[in-house]
């Protein structure tokens, strides 16, 4: 392990700051801290992890073949009763959430 020799105790003492700083944000993350981040921008990537997980539930389902689909559950079902709702509203959201947060600020004069 490369160790680096630091004279300044300044400089010391803040890189000692700023590890114990990651340190306590790792553990404050959690798992899905840690798989989707933190910051502005996560309800952006968990929406995305689920819409891209229904697209690719319902493209497997849609290339599996006849006989091993279920004939309750066609692939109109499937379309239009769970996948388009779902990205529908998850579209929907994301407008939504964009508005919600632009209708606190001023407009510019």
Known sequence: ????????????????????????????????????????NVRLYIVGTIS??????????????????????GLKDLWTLVVLPIESTIIGYLIGSRTGENAGRKPDV
Do not use: C, H, W
């Open 52 to 73: 891209l997980g229904v697209l690719l539930i319902a493209l497997v389902y849609t290339l599996v073949p006849d006989r091993y689909r279920s004939p309750d559950f």
């Open 1 to 40: 392990m490369n160790k680096i020799e630091i004279q300044d105790p300044k400089v010391a003492s803040k890189i000692i700051a700023a590890n114990a700083e990651s340190e306590k944000r790792k553990a404050e993350l959690g798992f899905l801290g840690k798989f989707f981040g933190s910051g502005d």
